[in-house]
């Protein structure tokens, strides 16, 4: 990125001072004076870039800041640098092929992305899902959940000044990631999830690493409170920092631990249950403030609740197949290709040529630990889908930042914008 010189413009009134900051938004003039004070247009108040090169900013984002010495007036994201393509390649794969790049979107809770693409091809061409697969979706999804938070709280507390806490929930998130390679073969990107249910049944060990999990991890989530919960300094820089209302946050169309934080009890898993997630008793976690610290709070809870539901689910897991025996979407047994061509030439050309949906249009979605991921799938009837668009709930809460930003100190920008949890891979797309 190339920095512009500052440029100057004078008028009958006052001269206009334009920082660098412009020229690299690439908008015009005028464009500029809508977004930021007169303040700034003049010089009097300053305009600063906070990324994409910044370390705590998270991910590829860049913030363009109007600051009145330290007080933020202005917060304008900018965000694009991550832009993948996603939705677009998606419309050239089979719908089978397009898993894999649900992985990508939300890397840190990829089986949850996989969860809701699978769901919205399920529904378009009506298929059910064993209800042993079911309850191993949910299972890993709630893993999932738990990993998301983990990697949120750490880097969170790190942007804040808790680097312990890093380390500490880097150390259990091991465990999640040894179980997500356990079933899948890979740590992050698994592709586990299929149409019509699962690639393949858990293995032997799947239970005993699953109950060691939910061992283990109360008495570290007791640790990571003992550290944090009633910090005098942690405090300070939480409470009555970036809060946003509940008439806001809804606006905004917030939606996960960011709304919740608000008071506003809206879970996709209760509203619009998926997976068998009704077959579960669990509590949504709410604050009532709307800042920072309400939105920590609500995520640790969520530790508790996923435990719950993944304690059930495990108790309850039923015998029986893993996937569909639709065979328009399901292939055939791995052990019938060595010996029936028919099998053989089924495997090659549902892999090859994919397989057909109806014409139509469909909405999926659920609940990820950033809040309400949503797939829209339009199809033309062909095994390749017309239209793919994911709803993702990193953007609509980044929508809210400018809003908590104002009026807040620039040393609280790093927290506010961590508190919302955004992943720019989920942004961009």
Known sequence: MTVAEPKYEANESHPTVVSAADAQLDITLD???????????????????????????????????????????????????????????????????????TDRIDYLAPMICNLAYVGAVEKLIDVDVPLRAQYIRVILAELTRMNSHLVWLGTHALDIGAMSMFLYTFREREMLLDIFELVSGARMMTSYFR?????????????????????????????????????????????????????????????G????????????????PYSSYDHFDFSVPLGSNGDVYDRYRCR??????????????????????????NRKVAPPPKHEIAFSMESLIH??????EGFGAPEGEVYH????????????????????????????????????????????????????VGSVDIVLGEVDR
Request: glycine share 10%; hydrophobic share 40%; aromatic share 6%.
């Open 300 to 325: 640790l809870d969520e530790f508790e609740q996923s435990m719950k539901i993944i304690r059930q689910a495990l108790a309850k897991l039923p015998p029986g197949p893993v996937i569909t025996d």
């Open 31 to 101: 464009q500029l004076r809508n977004l930021v004070s007169p303040r700034a247009m003049t010089g009097e108040n300053m305009l600063l870039n906070m990324g994409p090169q910044h370390p705590s900013t998270h991910g590829v984002l860049r913030l363009l800041l109007e600051l009145d010495g330290e007080t933020v007036v202005n917060c304008i994201p900018d965000v694009g640098f991550l832009h993948t393509g996603i939705e677009k390649t998606c419309e050239s794969k089979t719908y089978t092929k397009g898993i894999v790049l």
């Open 195 to 255: 149409v019509g249910g699962l690639w393949r049944d858990v293995p032997a060990q799947f239970e005993s690493a699953v109950q060691k999990v939910l061992d283990i991890f109360p008495s570290r989530i007791d640790e990571y409170e003992k550290l944090l919960k009633e910090n005098p300094i942690w405090k300070e820089r939480t409470v009555g920092v970036g809060v946003i209302s509940k008439e806001e946050a809804i606006a905004y169309g917030m939606t």
């Open 347 to 352: 495997h090659f050309k549902l892999w090859t």
């Open 257 to 272: 631990p960011s709304l919740r934080g608000s008071g506003v009890n809206y879970d996709v898993r209760k509203a619009m």
């Open 365 to 416: 979605a659920v609940e990820s630990g950033k809040g309400e991921f949503g797939v829209f799938i339009s199809s033309d009837g062909s095994p390749r889908p017309r239209r793919v668009h994911f709803r993702a709930p990193s953007l609509c809460n980044l929508q809210a930042v400018p809003d908590m930003s104002k009026g807040a100190l620039i040393a609280d920008i790093v927290g506010i």
